[in-house]
């Protein structure tokens, strides 16, 4: 069972990037997906969160209007399209996963109600 992240790079600010979590070893579309970042010397924070079916999604106010999350269900991947990236997006990004037991399109509970992590992906927003 494993979370694999990918798409993390140096660009610069203004600069665009597409990350991608695509789980293996268990279906996706049960679960809520979170994508969180943590910045040198700072605790993790959640960065968007898009429920089982896409129905429900959520942003960190600093995000918003950058950041898209979307999923393919399909294809047991989750996204995080991000624009206009800026000095502070700077971080280690992480999926992780929340069980959506009761198929309610529940959004994710917080860092530490999270099942299942990534191992992360940089993404290093320097001039």
């Known amino acids: 069972l494993q979370l694999v992240e990918s798409g993390g790079a140096l660009v610069q600010p203004g600069g665009s990037l597409n990350l991608s979590c695509v789980a293996s070893g268990f279906t996706l579309h049960y679960y809520a997906v979170g994508w969180f970042r943590q910045a040198p010397g700072k605790e993790r924070e959640e960065v968007s969160c898009?429920?089982?079916?896409?129905?429900?999604?959520r942003y960190e106010e600093s995000v918003k209007d950058r950041f898209t999350i979307s999923r393919e269900n399909a294809k047991n991947t989750v996204f995080l399209q991000m624009n206009s990236l800026k000095l502070e997006d700077t971080g280690v990004y992480y999926c992780a996963v929340y069980a959506d037991h009761h198929g309610i399109d529940r959004l994710c509970p917080g860092a530490d109600g999270m099942n299942r992590w990534g191992s992360g992906t940089q993404v290093t927003v320097s001039a």
């Open positions: 898009i429920s089982m079916r896409g129905v429900n999604t």
